[in-house]
């Protein structure tokens, strides 16, 4: 097995090899908890976890850094009119950030740190930038000189000349030496203190840009030179420009071995999704239109590869929710299968063979859209062999396999553990006994306990019954 990733900064596949044998450390941009996290979000949080995924089926230990922006220009806007400060403001959307990623799966990442509790290792790389000559103050302001770093531009392939005319030259002000030089500091306004979002420096009180936290947290949990990060092509330039330019020139070693970029979902109407362009759409919104969010998981994964575009449309999320159905039913089925007497050999041949072309998908740059068209192929000419009880002990065992291994990345077969229902309805009994000998405790325990599990009882006139919840 060798894994072959897209690395943006060569434009190639290549082999990919970590700095520590066996060890990968990550770092992946997190959402902005202005608000709730819109499906292509999602969309770059879920190949974050395929990645994840794929690199532990490669047997690596993974370091996931996933940051939560929880300052920038937005979220003060939102906590001045919400007439709050803006830790409190984020909160709730940090608590749906992670139900949303409970319910679609991701596997967790090892830390989530907020921008606003990184801020003294983001003051000391500032001033290291400052010290070297990397930054200069403005009338209170840090910026970054780009002038300063030749390399500028490498990643996203661009020059110097058509990165300034592409540079955001609204936020820009006239201190600046150069239009395309960004933010590192912005000295604090009126009315920052009430929002709790101002915080003394050396160079004036005042709050980080956004560039700089993720290259200061980054630093404090992966190092100065880690191997891989990711975002959605969006943030190529200049985030991540801008990142390179801060790292390298304050840590004057390389900072990032591979960067992967994963493509735009598209709304309905095919513009990019957005969330300042207002009609944006939720995990919330698709769960209350009625959409299984593994369903969702599926859409988002395995119908196309992490580098091209796909558009939402509840067309595409039902021919989703059909392919989870068919995969659950097809695991179900073989899960309950006896081996029969006759063993099909052309059938065990092939399921090796599809065995191998699944992971050699996977490792060829995360295609698992091409290794489930595979397993669609083989699940077809299982069923016909299960039909005609021509599934033995050695087919039916290649067939757990595979069907472990494809949902190692997707995670969608395990959803109703057969016997889940007798052992929920056995609780359910457990707790009217409690009720009855008025052990209301006991009673609680096991509602709790199910709550965590995902499953909420619910009382009717005609008993207790249960049901599947996104989250607990
Ligand atoms: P944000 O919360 O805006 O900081 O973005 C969080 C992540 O979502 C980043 O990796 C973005 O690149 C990604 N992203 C933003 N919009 C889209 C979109 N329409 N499709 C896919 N990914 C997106
Ligand atoms: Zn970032």
């Not at 979000?41 to 879920?46: E, G, I, K, Q, V």
């Not at 690596?60 to 919400?82: E, F, P």
């Not at 596997?107 to 990397?134: C, D, F, V, W």
């Not at 000295?187 to 160079?203: H, T």
Request: aromatic share 8%; with cysteine.
């Amino acid at each position: 097995m060798t894994l072959r990733l897209h690395n943006t900064l060569t434009g190639t596949k290549d082999v990919f090899e970590p700095l520590e044998p066996g060890h990968v450390g990550m770092y992946t941009c997190g959402p902005t908890v202005w608000n709730f996290a819109h499906v292509g979000n999602l969309r770059a949080f879920l190949f974050y976890d395929l990645l994840r995924r794929q690199l532990s089926a490669n047997g690596y230990r993974i370091t996931h850094v996933m940051n939560l922006t929880d300052i920038d220009d937005r979220i003060l806007d939102q906590a001045m009119h919400a007439g709050t400060t803006i830790s409190e403001y984020v909160k709730p959307f940090v608590t749906a950030f992670f139900e949303d990623m409970r319910a679609l799966r991701a596997q967790p990442a090892e830390h989530y740190p907020k921008a606003t509790e990184h801020i003294p290792e983001m003051l000391a790389m500032i001033s290291t930038l400052l010290e070297r000559g990397n930054a200069y103050v403005a009338d209170g302001d840090v910026y970054y000189r780009i002038a300063s770093f030749p390399r500028y531009g490498a990643l996203s392939h661009l020059d110097r000349a058509g990165l300034k005319a592409g540079a955001r030259v609204s936020t820009d002000k006239y201190e600046k030496e150069d239009v395309s030089d960004f933010a590192l500091w912005k000295k604090a306004q009126l009315g920052d203190e009430e929002l709790g979002a101002a915080w003394d420096a050396p160079f004036g009180r005042g709050r980080p840009g956004w560039h700089i936290e993720c290259s200061a947290m980054s630093k404090h949990y992966l190092g100065d030179t880690f191997d891989i990060h990711c975002g959605g092509v969006d943030l190529m330039f200049p985030h991540h420009e801008n990142e390179i330019a801060q790292s390298e020139a304050a840590n004057g070693k390389p900072f990032v071995r591979v960067w992967l970029h994963s493509e735009h979902l598209a709304e309905p109407s095919g513009e990019k999704m957005s969330k300042s362009a207002g009609g944006f759409i939720t995990l919330r919104d698709l769960i209350a239109a009625g959409h299984d969010p593994l369903a969702v998981r599926f859409f988002l994964i395995a119908n196309a590869h992490y580098r091209s575009r796909i558009r939402l449309s509840t067309e595409a999320l039902h021919a989703a929710a059909e392919q989870v159905r068919r995969l659950r039913e097809f695991a179900d089925r073989v899960r309950r299968s006896q081996p029969a007497a006759n063993e099909d050999d052309a059938l065990v041949s092939h399921i090796v063979e599809i065995r191998a072309a699944y992971s050699e998908a996977l490792d060829d740059d995360l295609n698992l859209p091409q290794g489930i068209g595979l397993v669609f192929e083989l699940v077809r000419e299982a069923n016909a062999a299960l039909d005609n009880n021509r599934v033995g002990t050695e087919g039916r065992r290649g067939l757990l396999n595979l069907i472990d291994e494809v949902d190692a990345h997707l995670d969608v077969m395990g959803g109703e553990e057969p016997g889940l229902a007798d052992e929920v309805e056995r609780l359910i009994a457990e707790r009217e006994a409690a009720r009855q000998a008025k052990d209301f405790a006991r009673a609680d325990l096991i509602r709790e306990g199910l709550k965590q599990r995902g499953i909420a009882l619910e009382d009717s006139r005609d008993g207790v019954r249960w049901r599947r919840v996104s989250h607990g």
